[in-house]
């Protein structure tokens, strides 16, 4: 099975990277990343300052993650001096170096960076939200190099179409989307605390319960900007998710979380099934996936779902959620057409999949 991808002149042996962020830190962990098969390398963010992070500053739930970590505790002469020569010993595959953030920041990080960047990933989540200012950005970038230049878009920024075609216009090759979704907050009613929050006692959240927000970036931007390559992030831990993000109109993928809740060596496990669940669904390679439009079948004709009786267990969930009151355990399940206003919730919320 091919699992390779490219875009911008940078060719991938598969689709999954790993996401800006701690597990990237420092040398020893980006050669970790390479261990685990990663089609491209990703830094943790650089830039002119160090960070003041509290401790602690993860919090890991089921289905997410909220964190006040930020960009990378090391400076960055200790990038150029040290992690990134160590790489580029062994490096064969591409390096994506993220930076961050303002215009002032990209004057003197990016000519220190460029000759060990096969592209760079610009982080905008403290640049505000004012696509002036993010042009700008891409303007002074692009003055010093001639590198693909990824900005990775924040959910909170309002108009990811809008932002797709200025920094297109400014100059950029693409957008990674999307970032952590902030700011968001943490309680602990025992204590009556902030869980993990920052000064202001706010947290950022990622994980699986960001991805469909990241799917519908994703698709937006690429439908408005298809010249653009878009990088899906968010929510990614499983090698359907990856696939998912591949039809939305990604050219690769990008995780982190996900490999924070279920463990480092997800990037591999997901590489490894990728072969297998492209042929479950029906693929023959990646590039299969990208090629494939997706359909949007939207319906406006009412409907009452169908029960398969020999699926029911009569656990009732149907008639306990129903939003319309048109459901009732009798001999089976049935349906009150007069009110059943076909919303679906039924459908999709039965265990044993016994409606259709």
């Known amino acids: 099975m091919d699992l390779t991808t490219n875009f911008n002149g940078l060719y991938l042996a598969n689709p999954l990277m790993p996401a800006s962020g701690p597990l990237v830190g420092d040398a020893d962990k980006l050669a970790f990343m390479v261990n685990e098969g990663c089609g491209a390398i990703v830094t943790k963010t650089i830039s002119t300052i160090l960070p003041h992070i509290p401790k602690p500053c993860i919090y890991g739930d089921r289905e997410y993650v909220m964190n006040s970590e930020l960009w990378s505790e090391y400076p960055y002469q200790k990038w150029v001096n040290d992690f990134l020569p160590a790489f580029w010993q062994t490096k064969d595959r591409p390096l994506i170096i993220s930076v961050g953030y303002t215009k002032a920041d990209m004057e003197i990080l990016i000519p220190l960076l460029d000759r060990f960047a096969d592209a760079f990933e610009v982080s905008t989540h403290y640049v505000g939200t004012d696509l002036k200012v993010i042009a700008d950005t891409v303007k002074t970038i692009r003055s010093h190099t001639t590198k693909p230049i990824y900005m990775k878009i924040s959910p909170h920024l309002p108009d990811p179409e809008g932002f797709a075609k200025a920094i297109s216009d400014a100059g950029a090759n693409g957008v990674v989307a999307v970032n952590s979704l902030g700011p968001t907050m943490k309680i602990d009613l025992n204590n009556r605390n ?32 298809p010249s653009l390559t878009v990088i899906g992030v968010g929510g990614i831990s499983k090698a359907e998710d990856v696939i998912e993000f591949l039809l939305a109109g990604a050219s690769a993928t990008q995780m982190l979380s996900g490999a924070l809740l279920k463990g480092k060596n997800l990037f591999s496990k997901i590489i490894q099934d990728l072969p297998l669940v492209l042929e479950k669904y029906g693929f023959s390679s990646i590039e299969d996936v990208k090629q494939t439009p997706l359909k949007n079948a939207v319906s406006y004709e009412p409907y009452i779902p169908i029960l398969n009786p020999e699926k029911c267990t009569k656990c009732q969930l149907c008639v306990r959620i129903c939003p319309y009151f048109a459901i009732e355990l009798k001999e089976h399940i049935t349906f009150d057409k007069d009110k059943c206003f076909s919303c679906g919730l039924c459908i999709s919320k039965c265990p044993s999949q016994a409606l259709k």
């Not at 990622?206 to 990241?214: D, E, F, R, T």
């Open 194 to 225: 902030i869980v993990y929050g920052n000064d202001a006692g706010f947290v950022w959240t990622s994980g699986p319960v960001i991805k469909n927000l990241a799917l519908a970036t994703v698709y937006k931007i690429k439908k408005a900007m």
